[in-house]
Protein backbone atom coordinates (compact mmCIF):
# COMPACT_ATOMS: atom_id res chain seq x y z
CA UNK A 1 0.00 0.00 0.00
CA UNK A 2 2.62 2.24 0.59
CA UNK A 3 4.40 1.87 -2.65
CA UNK A 4 0.42 3.04 -4.10
CA UNK A 5 1.18 6.97 -2.82
CA UNK A 6 4.16 7.16 -5.31
CA UNK A 7 1.77 5.78 -8.36
CA UNK A 8 -0.96 8.80 -8.78
CA UNK A 9 -2.52 7.11 -11.70
CA UNK A 10 -3.06 4.00 -9.29
CA UNK A 11 -4.51 5.97 -7.20
CA UNK A 12 -7.15 7.74 -9.47
CA UNK A 13 -7.80 4.41 -10.45
CA UNK A 14 -8.83 3.63 -6.55
CA UNK A 15 -10.71 6.28 -6.50
CA UNK A 16 -12.26 6.16 -9.73
CA UNK A 17 -13.43 2.74 -8.87
CA UNK A 18 -15.17 4.29 -5.40
CA UNK A 19 -12.54 1.75 -3.52
CA UNK A 20 -13.62 3.94 -0.04
CA UNK A 21 -11.95 1.40 2.26
CA UNK A 22 -8.46 1.48 1.03
CA UNK A 23 -8.61 5.20 1.12
CA UNK A 24 -9.52 4.71 4.81
CA UNK A 25 -6.92 2.01 5.47
CA UNK A 26 -3.80 4.11 3.56
CA UNK A 27 -4.68 6.72 6.26
CA UNK A 28 -3.67 4.18 9.34
CA UNK A 29 -0.01 4.36 7.87
CA UNK A 30 2.58 6.90 9.53
CA UNK A 31 2.44 10.48 9.16
CA UNK A 32 6.00 10.18 8.25
CA UNK A 33 5.12 8.09 5.14
CA UNK A 34 2.25 9.87 4.38
CA UNK A 35 3.26 13.68 3.84
CA UNK A 36 1.16 16.93 2.43
CA UNK A 37 -0.04 15.43 -0.80
CA UNK A 38 -3.50 17.81 -1.50
CA UNK A 39 -5.57 15.71 -4.51
CA UNK A 40 -4.81 12.64 -2.35
CA UNK A 41 -6.28 14.42 0.94
CA UNK A 42 -9.34 15.59 -0.64
CA UNK A 43 -9.93 11.24 -2.15
CA UNK A 44 -9.39 10.70 1.66
CA UNK A 45 -12.09 13.57 2.28
CA UNK A 46 -14.55 12.00 0.06
CA UNK A 47 -14.26 8.59 1.44
CA UNK A 48 -14.75 9.03 5.05
CA UNK A 49 -18.00 10.26 4.30
CA UNK A 50 -19.06 7.26 2.35
CA UNK A 51 -18.32 4.80 4.81
CA UNK A 52 -20.35 3.19 6.86
CA UNK A 53 -18.94 3.18 10.68
CA UNK A 54 -18.78 6.28 12.18
CA UNK A 55 -15.56 6.04 14.25
CA UNK A 56 -13.46 5.41 10.91
CA UNK A 57 -15.37 7.45 9.31
CA UNK A 58 -14.22 10.38 11.53
CA UNK A 59 -10.48 9.11 11.85
CA UNK A 60 -10.24 8.99 7.84
CA UNK A 61 -11.50 12.55 8.13
CA UNK A 62 -9.25 14.08 10.52
CA UNK A 63 -6.23 11.96 8.68
CA UNK A 64 -7.23 13.69 5.28
CA UNK A 65 -7.77 17.12 6.57
CA UNK A 66 -4.09 16.64 8.00
CA UNK A 67 -3.14 16.20 3.97
CA UNK A 68 -3.51 19.31 2.91
CA UNK A 69 -2.19 22.43 3.13
CA UNK A 70 -5.36 24.79 3.96
CA UNK A 71 -7.80 23.22 6.03
CA UNK A 72 -9.89 25.64 4.29
CA UNK A 73 -9.74 23.81 0.70
CA UNK A 74 -10.85 20.65 2.70
CA UNK A 75 -13.70 22.02 4.85
CA UNK A 76 -14.98 23.70 1.17
CA UNK A 77 -14.33 20.04 -0.81
CA UNK A 78 -16.66 18.42 2.19
CA UNK A 79 -19.47 20.98 1.44
CA UNK A 80 -19.40 19.91 -2.53
CA UNK A 81 -19.24 16.45 -1.38
CA UNK A 82 -22.72 16.89 1.08
CA UNK A 83 -23.94 19.04 -1.97
CA UNK A 84 -23.46 15.92 -4.22
CA UNK A 85 -25.84 13.87 -1.67
CA UNK A 86 -28.33 16.66 -1.09
CA UNK A 87 -28.12 16.81 -5.02
CA UNK A 88 -29.28 13.04 -4.96
CA UNK A 89 -32.32 13.16 -2.52
CA UNK A 90 -33.42 16.02 -4.48
CA UNK A 91 -32.86 13.80 -7.85
CA UNK A 92 -34.71 11.13 -6.28
CA UNK A 93 -37.77 12.96 -5.04
CA UNK A 94 -38.35 14.21 -8.97
CA UNK A 95 -36.87 18.00 -8.34
CA UNK A 96 -34.31 16.97 -10.99
CA UNK A 97 -33.72 20.63 -12.64
CA UNK A 98 -32.98 21.70 -8.68
CA UNK A 99 -30.61 18.72 -8.19
CA UNK A 100 -28.58 19.12 -11.51
CA UNK A 101 -27.93 22.43 -10.45
CA UNK A 102 -26.38 21.95 -7.12
CA UNK A 103 -24.31 19.28 -8.60
CA UNK A 104 -23.68 21.92 -11.63
CA UNK A 105 -22.75 24.28 -8.94
CA UNK A 106 -20.30 21.53 -7.14
CA UNK A 107 -18.34 20.55 -10.05
CA UNK A 108 -18.06 23.95 -11.28
CA UNK A 109 -16.07 24.71 -7.70
CA UNK A 110 -13.91 20.93 -7.39
CA UNK A 111 -14.47 19.40 -11.06
CA UNK A 112 -13.39 15.84 -11.81
CA UNK A 113 -12.58 14.87 -8.45
CA UNK A 114 -16.50 14.85 -7.63
CA UNK A 115 -17.27 12.01 -10.88
CA UNK A 116 -17.40 9.14 -8.84
CA UNK A 117 -19.65 10.80 -6.57
CA UNK A 118 -22.82 11.76 -8.72
CA UNK A 119 -21.63 9.83 -12.40
CA UNK A 120 -22.74 6.13 -11.48
CA UNK A 121 -26.03 7.31 -9.66
CA UNK A 122 -26.95 9.40 -12.53
CA UNK A 123 -25.98 7.08 -15.38
CA UNK A 124 -28.20 4.35 -13.17
CA UNK A 125 -30.96 6.62 -13.33
CA UNK A 126 -31.01 7.30 -17.04
CA UNK A 127 -31.25 3.40 -17.80
CA UNK A 128 -34.09 3.06 -15.27
CA UNK A 129 -35.85 5.83 -17.59
CA UNK A 130 -34.71 3.83 -20.66
CA UNK A 131 -35.95 0.20 -19.33
CA UNK A 132 -39.61 1.97 -18.84
CA UNK A 133 -39.87 3.70 -21.81
CA UNK A 134 -39.44 7.48 -20.65
CA UNK A 135 -37.36 8.01 -23.54
CA UNK A 136 -37.46 11.95 -22.79
CA UNK A 137 -36.57 12.02 -19.34
CA UNK A 138 -33.84 9.72 -20.25
CA UNK A 139 -32.51 11.49 -22.71
CA UNK A 140 -32.16 14.40 -20.51
CA UNK A 141 -30.22 12.91 -18.16
CA UNK A 142 -27.89 11.92 -20.25
CA UNK A 143 -27.51 15.56 -21.57
CA UNK A 144 -27.57 16.39 -18.02
CA UNK A 145 -24.55 14.33 -17.14
CA UNK A 146 -22.62 15.97 -20.21
CA UNK A 147 -23.79 19.45 -19.33
CA UNK A 148 -22.23 19.07 -15.82
CA UNK A 149 -18.81 17.05 -17.32
CA UNK A 150 -18.11 19.76 -20.35
CA UNK A 151 -14.92 19.00 -21.55
CA UNK A 152 -14.64 15.87 -19.64
CA UNK A 153 -17.57 14.03 -20.76
CA UNK A 154 -17.13 10.44 -21.43
CA UNK A 155 -17.55 9.21 -24.40
CA UNK A 156 -20.46 6.32 -23.29
CA UNK A 157 -22.70 9.38 -22.59
CA UNK A 158 -22.77 10.50 -26.34
CA UNK A 159 -23.11 6.57 -27.28
CA UNK A 160 -26.60 6.31 -24.59
CA UNK A 161 -27.27 9.47 -25.47
CA UNK A 162 -27.25 8.48 -29.58
CA UNK A 163 -28.91 5.25 -28.49
CA UNK A 164 -32.20 6.82 -26.71
CA UNK A 165 -32.27 9.53 -29.46
CA UNK A 166 -33.21 6.80 -32.09
CA UNK A 167 -35.64 5.58 -29.38
CA UNK A 168 -37.47 7.94 -29.05
CA UNK A 169 -40.31 8.41 -31.46
CA UNK A 170 -42.59 11.17 -29.44
CA UNK A 171 -40.60 14.23 -29.71
CA UNK A 172 -40.00 16.80 -27.02
CA UNK A 173 -43.25 18.33 -27.05
CA UNK A 174 -44.13 22.16 -27.18
CA UNK A 175 -46.68 23.68 -28.63
CA UNK A 176 -46.87 24.91 -32.43
CA UNK A 177 -45.98 28.52 -31.17
CA UNK A 178 -42.88 27.34 -29.60
CA UNK A 179 -41.99 25.35 -32.36
CA UNK A 180 -42.14 27.34 -35.03
CA UNK A 181 -39.52 28.47 -37.35
CA UNK A 182 -38.45 31.04 -39.87
CA UNK A 183 -36.16 32.49 -41.72
CA UNK A 184 -36.12 33.45 -45.62
CA UNK A 185 -33.43 31.38 -46.99
CA UNK A 186 -32.77 27.35 -45.96
CA UNK A 187 -29.65 26.81 -44.09
CA UNK A 188 -28.18 24.23 -46.46
CA UNK A 189 -29.05 26.91 -49.70
CA UNK A 190 -27.11 29.16 -47.95
CA UNK A 191 -24.24 26.60 -47.50
CA UNK A 192 -24.51 25.74 -50.80
CA UNK A 193 -24.00 29.16 -51.98
CA UNK A 194 -20.75 29.51 -49.91
CA UNK A 195 -19.16 26.56 -51.25
CA UNK A 196 -20.04 27.49 -54.77
CA UNK A 197 -18.14 31.09 -54.09
CA UNK A 198 -15.66 30.47 -52.24
CA UNK A 199 -14.38 27.10 -53.40
CA UNK A 200 -13.13 25.59 -50.47
CA UNK A 201 -10.07 23.03 -50.80
CA UNK A 202 -11.50 21.77 -47.28
CA UNK A 203 -14.68 21.86 -45.34
CA UNK A 204 -14.66 21.12 -41.71
CA UNK A 205 -18.13 20.41 -39.34
CA UNK A 206 -19.20 20.11 -36.27
CA UNK A 207 -22.38 18.00 -35.86
CA UNK A 208 -23.03 15.91 -39.35
CA UNK A 209 -26.99 14.55 -38.01
CA UNK A 210 -28.26 13.24 -41.69
CA UNK A 211 -25.44 14.64 -43.28
CA UNK A 212 -27.21 16.79 -45.27
CA UNK A 213 -24.47 19.64 -44.78
CA UNK A 214 -21.42 17.52 -45.42
CA UNK A 215 -22.54 16.24 -48.48
CA UNK A 216 -22.56 19.93 -49.90
CA UNK A 217 -18.98 19.77 -50.05
CA UNK A 218 -17.01 18.91 -53.36
CA UNK A 219 -13.39 19.34 -51.45
CA UNK A 220 -12.64 17.12 -48.47
CA UNK A 221 -14.69 17.53 -45.70
CA UNK A 222 -14.45 15.97 -42.45
CA UNK A 223 -17.04 16.03 -39.93
CA UNK A 224 -17.07 15.31 -36.25
CA UNK A 225 -20.14 14.16 -34.89
CA UNK A 226 -19.98 12.45 -30.96
CA UNK A 227 -22.79 9.77 -32.25
CA UNK A 228 -20.82 6.80 -32.89
CA UNK A 229 -24.45 5.20 -35.00
CA UNK A 230 -25.34 8.33 -37.86
CA UNK A 231 -28.96 8.38 -39.31
CA UNK A 232 -27.49 9.68 -42.77
CA UNK A 233 -30.07 10.97 -45.04
CA UNK A 234 -28.48 11.30 -47.59
CA UNK A 235 -25.31 9.12 -49.27
CA UNK A 236 -21.68 11.00 -48.60
CA UNK A 237 -19.47 11.30 -51.63
CA UNK A 238 -15.56 9.68 -50.73
CA UNK A 239 -14.16 13.01 -50.09
CA UNK A 240 -16.03 12.70 -46.83
CA UNK A 241 -14.73 11.17 -43.63
CA UNK A 242 -16.46 11.24 -40.46
CA UNK A 243 -15.05 11.13 -36.94
CA UNK A 244 -17.29 9.82 -34.27
CA UNK A 245 -16.34 11.50 -30.98
CA UNK A 246 -17.33 14.11 -29.20
CA UNK A 247 -15.70 17.90 -30.70
CA UNK A 248 -13.57 18.00 -27.11
CA UNK A 249 -12.17 14.82 -27.21
CA UNK A 250 -11.44 15.32 -31.32
CA UNK A 251 -9.15 18.57 -30.49
CA UNK A 252 -8.02 16.73 -27.72
CA UNK A 253 -6.71 13.87 -29.88
CA UNK A 254 -6.53 13.98 -33.09
CA UNK A 255 -6.96 17.80 -34.41
CA UNK A 256 -3.43 18.41 -34.87
CA UNK A 257 -2.77 15.80 -37.63
CA UNK A 258 -7.08 15.92 -39.08
CA UNK A 259 -6.41 19.89 -39.11
CA UNK A 260 -2.79 20.29 -39.88
CA UNK A 261 -4.67 22.25 -43.10
CA UNK A 262 -6.50 24.76 -42.14
CA UNK A 263 -9.98 24.67 -43.00
CA UNK A 264 -11.06 27.08 -45.46
CA UNK A 265 -15.15 26.97 -44.61
CA UNK A 266 -16.24 25.09 -41.45
CA UNK A 267 -19.59 25.33 -39.45
CA UNK A 268 -20.49 24.44 -35.53
CA UNK A 269 -23.93 22.50 -35.13
CA UNK A 270 -22.82 20.66 -31.95
CA UNK A 271 -24.38 20.64 -28.57
CA UNK A 272 -27.09 23.24 -28.62
CA UNK A 273 -25.56 24.52 -25.28
CA UNK A 274 -23.46 27.82 -25.74
CA UNK A 275 -20.23 26.65 -24.01
CA UNK A 276 -20.01 23.57 -26.41
CA UNK A 277 -20.46 25.75 -28.81
CA UNK A 278 -17.79 28.59 -27.58
CA UNK A 279 -14.86 25.60 -27.13
CA UNK A 280 -15.51 24.10 -30.59
CA UNK A 281 -15.11 27.89 -31.58
CA UNK A 282 -12.18 28.34 -29.48
CA UNK A 283 -10.22 25.14 -30.54
CA UNK A 284 -11.16 25.64 -34.47
CA UNK A 285 -9.61 29.22 -34.00
CA UNK A 286 -6.33 27.51 -33.57
CA UNK A 287 -6.11 25.85 -36.46
CA UNK A 288 -7.60 28.59 -38.30
CA UNK A 289 -5.83 30.79 -41.14
CA UNK A 290 -7.14 34.46 -41.52
CA UNK A 291 -9.29 33.22 -44.30
CA UNK A 292 -11.10 30.72 -42.83
CA UNK A 293 -15.27 31.00 -42.36
CA UNK A 294 -16.63 29.90 -39.50
CA UNK A 295 -20.62 29.37 -39.72
CA UNK A 296 -22.77 29.19 -36.64
CA UNK A 297 -26.31 27.70 -36.60
CA UNK A 298 -28.84 28.24 -34.13
CA UNK A 299 -28.33 31.64 -32.87
CA UNK A 300 -31.56 32.95 -33.41
CA UNK A 301 -34.77 31.01 -31.76
CA UNK A 302 -38.27 31.74 -32.41
CA UNK A 303 -39.62 31.23 -29.26
CA UNK A 304 -37.88 31.89 -25.87
CA UNK A 305 -39.02 28.00 -24.93
CA UNK A 306 -36.65 27.10 -27.89
CA UNK A 307 -33.69 28.86 -26.08
CA UNK A 308 -33.84 27.24 -22.55
CA UNK A 309 -30.87 24.91 -21.68
CA UNK A 310 -33.40 22.29 -20.78
CA UNK A 311 -34.84 20.69 -23.91
CA UNK A 312 -38.55 20.97 -23.97
CA UNK A 313 -39.64 21.70 -27.81
CA UNK A 314 -39.06 19.76 -30.72
CA UNK A 315 -37.43 23.03 -32.47
CA UNK A 316 -34.57 23.86 -30.30
CA UNK A 317 -31.90 26.20 -30.15
CA UNK A 318 -30.94 25.84 -26.49
CA UNK A 319 -28.78 29.33 -25.40
CA UNK A 320 -26.14 29.10 -28.74
CA UNK A 321 -27.62 32.81 -29.06
CA UNK A 322 -24.99 33.84 -26.15
CA UNK A 323 -22.10 33.81 -28.34
CA UNK A 324 -23.65 36.71 -29.97
CA UNK A 325 -22.73 39.31 -26.65
CA UNK A 326 -20.10 37.19 -25.56
CA UNK A 327 -18.07 37.40 -28.83
CA UNK A 328 -19.05 40.97 -29.41
CA UNK A 329 -17.61 41.62 -25.78
CA UNK A 330 -14.63 39.59 -25.83
CA UNK A 331 -13.47 39.88 -29.12
CA UNK A 332 -14.11 42.91 -30.67
CA UNK A 333 -12.08 42.40 -33.41
CA UNK A 334 -14.02 39.72 -35.33
CA UNK A 335 -16.61 41.08 -38.27
CA UNK A 336 -19.70 39.01 -37.00
CA UNK A 337 -22.61 39.08 -39.48
CA UNK A 338 -26.20 37.68 -38.71
CA UNK A 339 -28.66 36.24 -41.31
CA UNK A 340 -32.16 35.79 -41.35
CA UNK A 341 -31.62 32.13 -42.70
CA UNK A 342 -34.17 29.30 -42.21
CA UNK A 343 -34.71 27.61 -39.88
CA UNK A 344 -33.22 29.44 -36.94
CA UNK A 345 -30.45 31.84 -38.47
CA UNK A 346 -26.83 31.74 -38.85
CA UNK A 347 -23.63 33.65 -37.60
CA UNK A 348 -20.68 34.39 -39.77
CA UNK A 349 -17.38 34.67 -37.99
CA UNK A 350 -14.72 36.46 -40.09
CA UNK A 351 -11.03 37.93 -39.58
CA UNK A 352 -10.05 34.94 -37.17
CA UNK A 353 -6.59 34.71 -35.51
CA UNK A 354 -5.36 31.17 -34.76
CA UNK A 355 -2.99 33.13 -32.00
CA UNK A 356 -5.62 35.26 -29.96
CA UNK A 357 -6.33 33.11 -26.55
CA UNK A 358 -8.90 36.15 -25.15
CA UNK A 359 -11.88 34.10 -25.00
CA UNK A 360 -9.63 30.88 -23.53
CA UNK A 361 -8.47 33.42 -20.85
CA UNK A 362 -11.75 34.95 -20.36
CA UNK A 363 -13.30 31.27 -20.13
CA UNK A 364 -14.03 30.89 -16.82
CA UNK A 365 -15.34 34.47 -16.35
CA UNK A 366 -17.70 33.76 -19.16
CA UNK A 367 -19.06 30.47 -17.40
CA UNK A 368 -19.55 32.43 -14.23
CA UNK A 369 -21.69 34.86 -16.05
CA UNK A 370 -23.67 32.68 -18.75
CA UNK A 371 -23.55 29.42 -18.03
CA UNK A 372 -27.57 29.89 -16.53
CA UNK A 373 -30.55 30.45 -17.78
CA UNK A 374 -30.94 33.91 -19.08
CA UNK A 375 -34.48 35.45 -20.61
CA UNK A 376 -33.64 35.72 -24.42
CA UNK A 377 -33.03 39.46 -25.42
CA UNK A 378 -36.23 40.58 -27.71
CA UNK A 379 -33.35 41.77 -30.47
CA UNK A 380 -32.54 38.44 -30.69
CA UNK A 381 -36.25 36.83 -30.88
CA UNK A 382 -36.73 39.56 -33.56
CA UNK A 383 -33.03 39.12 -35.30
CA UNK A 384 -32.82 42.79 -35.18
CA UNK A 385 -29.52 43.41 -37.24
CA UNK A 386 -29.20 40.52 -39.30
CA UNK A 387 -29.08 40.47 -43.07
CA UNK A 388 -30.73 38.77 -45.54
CA UNK A 389 -29.47 35.50 -46.70
CA UNK A 390 -28.83 36.93 -50.16
CA UNK A 391 -27.58 40.21 -49.13
CA UNK A 392 -25.25 41.28 -51.48
CA UNK A 393 -22.50 42.25 -47.92
CA UNK A 394 -22.70 38.31 -47.76
CA UNK A 395 -20.87 38.08 -51.55
CA UNK A 396 -18.82 40.98 -50.38
CA UNK A 397 -17.16 38.71 -47.67
CA UNK A 398 -17.10 35.87 -49.37
CA UNK A 399 -14.74 38.07 -52.08
CA UNK A 400 -13.06 39.18 -49.59
CA UNK A 401 -12.15 36.04 -48.14
CA UNK A 402 -11.43 34.19 -51.34
CA UNK A 403 -9.32 37.04 -52.33
CA UNK A 404 -7.49 36.69 -49.30
CA UNK A 405 -6.59 33.00 -49.64
CA UNK A 406 -5.33 33.75 -53.00
CA UNK A 407 -3.04 36.12 -51.73
CA UNK A 408 -1.93 34.66 -49.00
CA UNK A 409 -2.68 37.70 -47.60
CA UNK A 410 -1.84 38.42 -43.93
CA UNK A 411 -4.05 38.94 -40.95
CA UNK A 412 -3.91 42.59 -40.77
CA UNK A 413 -4.41 43.25 -44.51
CA UNK A 414 -7.88 41.19 -44.07
CA UNK A 415 -8.37 43.09 -41.18
CA UNK A 416 -8.59 46.30 -43.23
CA UNK A 417 -10.30 44.47 -45.91
CA UNK A 418 -13.06 43.56 -43.57
CA UNK A 419 -13.22 46.91 -41.66
CA UNK A 420 -14.89 47.89 -44.88
CA UNK A 421 -17.93 46.38 -44.49
CA UNK A 422 -18.76 47.45 -40.47
CA UNK A 423 -20.07 50.83 -41.09
CA UNK A 424 -22.51 49.27 -43.67
CA UNK A 425 -23.15 46.31 -41.24
CA UNK A 426 -23.91 48.57 -38.63
CA UNK A 427 -26.36 50.62 -40.69
CA UNK A 428 -28.13 47.48 -42.12
CA UNK A 429 -29.21 46.50 -38.73
CA UNK A 430 -30.50 49.89 -38.58
CA UNK A 431 -32.63 49.86 -41.37
CA UNK A 432 -33.54 46.08 -40.73
CA UNK A 433 -37.35 47.40 -40.29
CA UNK A 434 -37.46 49.99 -42.96
CA UNK A 435 -40.10 49.05 -45.74
CA UNK A 436 -38.33 48.60 -49.14
CA UNK A 437 -34.69 47.92 -47.51
CA UNK A 438 -32.62 47.84 -50.08
CA UNK A 439 -29.43 45.40 -50.37
CA UNK A 440 -25.95 46.78 -49.40
CA UNK A 441 -23.57 45.92 -52.08
CA UNK A 442 -18.98 46.38 -52.02
CA UNK A 443 -18.11 44.59 -55.00
CA UNK A 444 -14.89 43.73 -56.04
CA UNK A 445 -13.74 46.70 -58.17
CA UNK A 446 -14.79 49.10 -55.58
CA UNK A 447 -13.06 48.25 -52.73
CA UNK A 448 -10.55 50.37 -53.30
CA UNK A 449 -12.73 53.40 -53.50
CA UNK A 450 -14.61 52.74 -50.34
CA UNK A 451 -11.16 52.37 -48.25
CA UNK A 452 -10.04 56.43 -50.36
CA UNK A 453 -13.73 57.52 -50.38
CA UNK A 454 -12.11 60.65 -51.61
CA UNK A 455 -13.41 60.88 -55.71
CA UNK A 456 -16.55 59.50 -57.86
CA UNK A 457 -17.47 60.55 -60.95
CA UNK A 458 -20.97 61.68 -62.20
CA UNK A 459 -22.42 60.94 -65.59
CA UNK A 460 -24.97 62.19 -67.25
CA UNK A 461 -26.34 60.11 -70.71
CA UNK A 462 -27.61 62.11 -73.30
CA UNK A 463 -30.83 59.67 -74.73
CA UNK A 464 -30.55 58.43 -78.71
CA UNK A 465 -33.32 58.01 -80.68
CA UNK A 466 -31.92 54.84 -82.34
CA UNK A 467 -29.13 52.23 -81.01
CA UNK A 468 -30.54 52.28 -77.51
CA UNK A 469 -31.64 54.83 -75.41
CA UNK A 470 -28.37 55.22 -73.34
CA UNK A 471 -25.12 54.18 -74.05
CA UNK A 472 -21.27 54.90 -72.78
CA UNK A 473 -20.69 56.43 -76.06
CA UNK A 474 -22.92 59.31 -75.55
CA UNK A 475 -22.54 59.96 -72.13
CA UNK A 476 -20.52 63.37 -70.35
CA UNK A 477 -18.62 62.82 -67.20
CA UNK A 478 -16.93 65.03 -64.26
CA UNK A 479 -15.04 63.83 -61.49
CA UNK A 480 -16.10 64.89 -57.91
CA UNK A 481 -15.24 64.78 -54.66
CA UNK A 482 -17.38 63.40 -51.58
CA UNK A 483 -18.83 66.18 -49.31
CA UNK A 484 -18.60 68.92 -51.31
CA UNK A 485 -21.48 70.93 -53.22
CA UNK A 486 -21.38 71.07 -56.75
CA UNK A 487 -22.98 72.92 -60.08
CA UNK A 488 -22.06 71.33 -62.86
CA UNK A 489 -23.35 72.01 -66.56
CA UNK A 490 -23.40 69.57 -68.86
CA UNK A 491 -23.83 70.28 -72.64
CA UNK A 492 -25.58 67.49 -74.58
CA UNK A 493 -26.13 67.52 -78.43
CA UNK A 494 -28.31 65.64 -80.24
CA UNK A 495 -30.65 64.56 -77.51
CA UNK A 496 -33.43 62.60 -78.81
CA UNK A 497 -37.27 64.27 -78.06
CA UNK A 498 -39.61 63.42 -75.61
CA UNK A 499 -36.89 60.52 -73.75
CA UNK A 500 -35.99 61.04 -70.01
CA UNK A 501 -32.68 62.14 -68.95
CA UNK A 502 -30.24 59.68 -67.47
CA UNK A 503 -28.26 60.98 -64.72
CA UNK A 504 -26.04 58.74 -62.74
CA UNK A 505 -24.61 61.42 -59.27
CA UNK A 506 -21.70 58.89 -58.22
CA UNK A 507 -20.25 55.94 -58.24
CA UNK A 508 -20.64 53.25 -55.58
CA UNK A 509 -23.12 53.04 -52.80
CA UNK A 510 -22.93 56.36 -50.76
CA UNK A 511 -25.71 58.82 -50.19
CA UNK A 512 -27.13 61.93 -53.13
CA UNK A 513 -28.42 65.26 -51.94
CA UNK A 514 -29.64 67.18 -55.10
CA UNK A 515 -31.22 70.76 -54.58
CA UNK A 516 -31.64 71.78 -58.21
CA UNK A 517 -31.80 70.61 -61.93
CA UNK A 518 -32.05 73.19 -64.91
CA UNK A 519 -33.24 71.78 -68.49
CA UNK A 520 -32.23 74.89 -70.82
CA UNK A 521 -32.58 74.29 -74.26
CA UNK A 522 -30.24 75.82 -76.63
CA UNK A 523 -33.27 75.62 -79.61
CA UNK A 524 -36.64 77.71 -79.61
CA UNK A 525 -39.99 75.78 -79.51
CA UNK A 526 -38.74 74.42 -76.24
CA UNK A 527 -39.07 76.04 -72.54
CA UNK A 528 -36.45 75.90 -70.03
CA UNK A 529 -37.67 73.16 -67.24
CA UNK A 530 -36.69 73.54 -63.70
CA UNK A 531 -36.81 71.08 -60.72
CA UNK A 532 -36.42 73.27 -57.25
CA UNK A 533 -36.89 71.42 -54.35
CA UNK A 534 -38.23 68.41 -52.56
CA UNK A 535 -41.70 68.22 -53.91
CA UNK A 536 -40.49 69.22 -57.42
CA UNK A 537 -37.59 67.11 -57.88
CA UNK A 538 -39.83 63.72 -56.78
CA UNK A 539 -41.30 63.29 -60.26
CA UNK A 540 -37.44 62.50 -61.14
CA UNK A 541 -37.40 58.34 -60.75
CA UNK A 542 -35.19 55.73 -59.56
CA UNK A 543 -33.87 53.37 -61.23
CA UNK A 544 -30.74 50.88 -60.89
CA UNK A 545 -28.95 50.69 -57.71
CA UNK A 546 -30.78 54.08 -56.51
CA UNK A 547 -33.83 54.08 -53.55
CA UNK A 548 -35.33 57.84 -53.55
CA UNK A 549 -35.52 58.79 -49.24
CA UNK A 550 -38.51 60.13 -47.82
CA UNK A 551 -37.69 63.63 -46.63
CA UNK A 552 -39.76 66.24 -45.99
CA UNK A 553 -37.15 69.37 -46.13
CA UNK A 554 -34.28 67.25 -48.67
CA UNK A 555 -34.44 65.49 -52.18
CA UNK A 556 -32.19 62.42 -50.59
CA UNK A 557 -30.69 59.50 -53.06
CA UNK A 558 -29.68 56.18 -51.81
CA UNK A 559 -26.95 54.21 -53.38
CA UNK A 560 -26.36 51.17 -52.35
CA UNK A 561 -24.34 49.24 -55.07
CA UNK A 562 -22.32 50.83 -58.08
CA UNK A 563 -24.98 52.15 -60.46
CA UNK A 564 -27.55 54.53 -59.14
CA UNK A 565 -29.49 55.83 -61.80
CA UNK A 566 -31.89 58.97 -61.91
CA UNK A 567 -34.04 59.56 -64.52
CA UNK A 568 -35.34 62.78 -65.29
CA UNK A 569 -38.62 63.87 -66.84
CA UNK A 570 -38.56 65.75 -70.13
CA UNK A 571 -41.16 67.00 -72.31
CA UNK A 572 -38.90 68.72 -74.88
CA UNK A 573 -40.70 68.35 -78.18
CA UNK A 574 -37.99 69.04 -80.56
CA UNK A 575 -35.03 67.86 -79.31
CA UNK A 576 -31.67 68.93 -80.43
CA UNK A 577 -29.01 70.45 -77.97
CA UNK A 578 -28.86 71.86 -74.82
CA UNK A 579 -27.57 72.48 -71.26
CA UNK A 580 -28.36 70.59 -68.22
CA UNK A 581 -27.37 72.06 -64.73
CA UNK A 582 -27.40 69.51 -61.55
CA UNK A 583 -26.57 71.35 -57.91
CA UNK A 584 -25.93 68.69 -55.67
CA UNK A 585 -23.35 66.85 -53.45
CA UNK A 586 -22.55 62.82 -52.60
CA UNK A 587 -21.59 61.69 -49.14
CA UNK A 588 -19.85 58.62 -47.28
CA UNK A 589 -20.85 60.34 -44.43
CA UNK A 590 -22.22 56.60 -42.22
CA UNK A 591 -23.93 59.10 -39.79
CA UNK A 592 -25.50 61.16 -42.60
CA UNK A 593 -26.43 58.16 -44.22
CA UNK A 594 -27.58 56.28 -40.82
CA UNK A 595 -30.25 59.39 -40.05
CA UNK A 596 -30.91 59.61 -43.43
CA UNK A 597 -32.88 56.30 -43.30
CA UNK A 598 -34.12 56.44 -39.83
CA UNK A 599 -36.02 59.79 -41.16
CA UNK A 600 -37.23 57.78 -44.27
CA UNK A 601 -38.36 54.46 -42.01
CA UNK A 602 -40.11 56.87 -39.84
CA UNK A 603 -42.52 58.62 -42.56
CA UNK A 604 -42.46 55.46 -44.05
Not at 57 to 85: C, M, N, P, V, W
Not at 344 to 369: F, H, R, V, W
Not at 527 to 535: A, D, K, T
Not at 567 to 574: D, Q, R, T
Request: charged share 25%.
Amino acid sequence: MKDLLSKPLQLEAMWENCEWSFFSEITKLPLADLKKNDRLGLMVLGAALQLDEPKSALQTLHRGLKLLDSKQRGFEFIASLIDIQIAKLFFLQGEQRRAVSIIQEAWNRDGYLLTPLFYEFLVGEAELRVQSGSYRTAIQVWQDVAMIMQQDCPDFIYERLSYTYRLNKTGFGGTKDENLVRGDCHKHEVLRYMHAQLRPDFYFEIGVDGGKSLALSNCRALGVDARPELDLKVELSSNCEIVNLSSDKFFELHADGMLSTAPDLALIDGMHLFEFALRDFINLEKYSKPYTLVVVDDVFPCHPKQAERVRQTGSWTGDIWKLLPILKKYRPDLTLITLDSYTTGLLLISGLDSKNNQLSLAYPEIMKEYQRDIEVPSEYLTRIGALRSDDSLVDSLLSILKEAKERSSSGKTLSRKLATLKPFLNLAGKMLDSPGRPPLMIVESMRKEIEESKVTLAKLYIPQQVGGDYSERYSLEEKIYFDEWYDLSFFAHDVAKGKKIRFDPMEGPGLVEIQRITINPHQGGNEVIEYIGNQELRSIVARGDAVLLENNDKFLVYSYSKDPILLIPWSGEKGGNMEIRVRFRVTRNTAEIEKAWLVHKELR
